[in-house]
Nanobody, 127 residues
Framework: QVTLVESGGGSVQSGGSLRLSCTASAFTYAPTYVGWFRQAPGKEREGVARISVESDGALYADSVKGRFTVSQDNAKHTVYLQMNSLKPEDTAMYYC????????????????????WGQGAQVTVSS
């Protein structure tokens, strides 16, 4: 069982920045992928970014490319989402999720591919 705890949400004006953190209890086997997702009221949950714990390989949704950066500190079992140039449409509850992958095709940004989920952190961007 893996426990994920997010922190760092808040309110910011358009153009501002926030950094979310996701700290994991432990990953028991490799390869492990950690993703960031968001869900706005009345909308489906969508993938934002994903990182490979072993290789640092990252993947981003088109809507956040060039503005968001996912990174990690392996010693702290923590994955970060740095969000710059925030827009009102980025307002959502943000979740981190993890999966210790056993498939042949690596997971991308589909929420159904991830097994463990954090409790969420609210991000609100005002215009």
């Amino acid at each position: 069982q893996v426990t994920l705890v997010e922190s760092g949400g808040g309110s910011v004006q358009s153009g501002g920045s926030l950094r979310l953190s996701c700290t994991a209890s432990a990953f028991t086997y490799a390869p492990t992928y950690v993703g960031w997702f968001r869900q706005a009221p009345g909308k489906e949950r969508e993938g934002v970014a994903r990182i490979s714990v072993e290789s640092d390989g990252a993947l981003y949704a088109d809507s956040v490319k060039g503005r968001f950066t996912v990174s990690q500190d392996n010693a702290k079992h923590t994955v970060y989402l740095q969000m710059n140039s925030l827009k009102p449409e980025d307002t959502a509850m943000y979740y981190c999720a993890a999966v210790m992958w056993r498939g042949t095709v690596v997971p991308a940004l589909n929420p159904a591919e991830y097994k463990y989920w954090g409790q969420g952190a609210q991000v609100t961007v005002s215009s």
